[in-house]
Structure formats: C-alpha cells, structure tokens
C-alpha cells in the first residue's frame, strides 16, 4: 500500500507557474501508474494527469493539455506536476493517486489562481 504527501501549492496570479510534488511510501511505488487529481468547490474529483509506472507514458486531461507536465522519479518515490499558464479555473484543491486510485487519499495541496 502506498501513502501520500502532497505540496507545493499556493497562490498565484493567472499565468503563473507551481509545481507540485508527491512524496510516496511504500516499496511497490515504482509498480504503480501514478496520477494528479484535483477537487474545485463543489465539483466531483476529476483527473488531471497521469504517468504510468517507468514515466514513458502519459495522460492528461483536455483542459490541462498543453500547460501542465507529470513525472516520476521512482528513486526518489516523487510523483511532480509542473503547472505554467496557470488559469483561475485551474483553482482546486490537488491530490495525487494511483490511477485507479486506492481507496487511500493524502490530504492534499490547494492551488488557488487569481485573476
């Protein structure tokens, strides 16, 4: 089983940048696809990102494309996600996961993007 540290997070003005990191335990991280999700004010949790479990592949939602990066370092059990062109509805409070998520969740990082 995996546990999960989230930071980085912030306030920034739109068209900022933040990156995000993952610390996780456990020896069997480097075996999992790994994943951003993020949960705005009275929305559902959605995906943003995900890596699979070498760093060669990559997902990332429509909304996100193009301005933000995941990766991996399995040395270093980190899970990043670089933001750039940060927008106000990028807005949420970020939490990273397996993918599919376990049923154990880090508390999370708030990203807050003024306009």
């Known amino acids: 089983q995996v546990q999960l540290v989230e930071s980085g997070g912030g306030l920034v003005q739109a068209g900022g940048s933040l990156r995000l990191s993952c610390a996780a335990s456990g020896r069997t991280f480097s075996s999992y696809t790994m994943a951003w999700f993020r949960q705005a004010p009275g929305k559902e949790r959605e995906v943003v990102a995900a890596?699979?479990?070498?760093?060669?592949?990559?997902y990332y939602a429509d909304s996100v494309k193009d301005r933000f990066t995941i990766s991996r370092d399995n040395a270093k059990n980190t899970v990043y996600l670089q933001m750039n062109s940060l927008k106000p509805e990028d807005t949420a409070v970020y939490y990273c996961?397996?993918?599919?998520?376990?049923?154990?969740w880090g508390q999370g990082t708030q990203v807050t993007v003024s306009s």
């Open positions: 996961n397996t993918r599919p998520p376990s049923a154990q």
């Open positions: 890596v699979n479990s070498n760093g060669v592949s990559t």
